[in-house]
């Protein structure tokens, strides 16, 4: 079976690309966000064969086009549920939005600004007091707790994402 993995046979890439990102979440998930550059982020680039599609993978709803292996992956070392979709920013798009629930932003094609405002009142244990601009490059991955707010913006060329969003498990 194809599954679009460059890696078929170890899957090694992906492991060290979701291993990274569960350490990093291990640390500042709920309380700020983080900017993390994931190793065997080339693997799972490589994985999505360029431009990635916009349709869904008929096996698992709300994950997009081949991510399930990394859906799945962070999935259970995270013990909770992964959706995956693709976003497509326009040139000089800007888009201020609050994380409904947990979100890593990774960039697939071009980059974009980003930033993340701090923990709205009543969030304890936030450590993020002012708001964290950044700029995000493919092969970085951005991590947005849940309830804070945050923008993407400052696109010079139309930029795709990969958001992965992080389910607390259904019981």
């Given at each position: 079976m194809d599954n679009g993995w460059a890696w078929v046979e170890d899957g090694a890439g992906l492991d060290l690309f979701v291993r990274d990102l569960a350490l990093c979440l291990s640390v500042h998930r709920d309380r700020s966000p983080a900017l993390v550059w994931p190793d065997g982020v080339d693997t799972v680039l490589a994985g999505m064969?360029?431009?990635?599609?916009?349709?869904?993978?008929?096996?698992?709803?709300?994950?997009?086009?081949?991510?399930?292996d990394l859906t799945t992956g962070l999935g259970e070392l995270l013990g909770c549920r992964v959706g995956s979709r693709y976003v497509t920013l326009p040139t000089g798009a800007e888009g201020p939005a609050t994380a409904a629930t947990d979100l890593v932003v990774l960039p697939v094609l071009g980059g974009c600004a980003g930033r993340v405002d701090p923990a709205p009142p009543g969030r304890a244990r936030a450590a993020l007091t002012r708001a964290l601009e950044v700029r995000l490059r493919v092969g970085e991955a951005l991590y947005v707790p849940r309830g804070f707010g945050y923008t993407l913006a400052g696109t010079r060329s139309p930029c795709t994402l990969l958001v992965l969003a992080l389910h607390p498990p259904s019981w």
């Open positions: 064969r360029g431009v990635p599609r916009q349709r869904a993978d008929a096996e698992l709803p709300g994950v997009a086009a081949g991510t399930a």
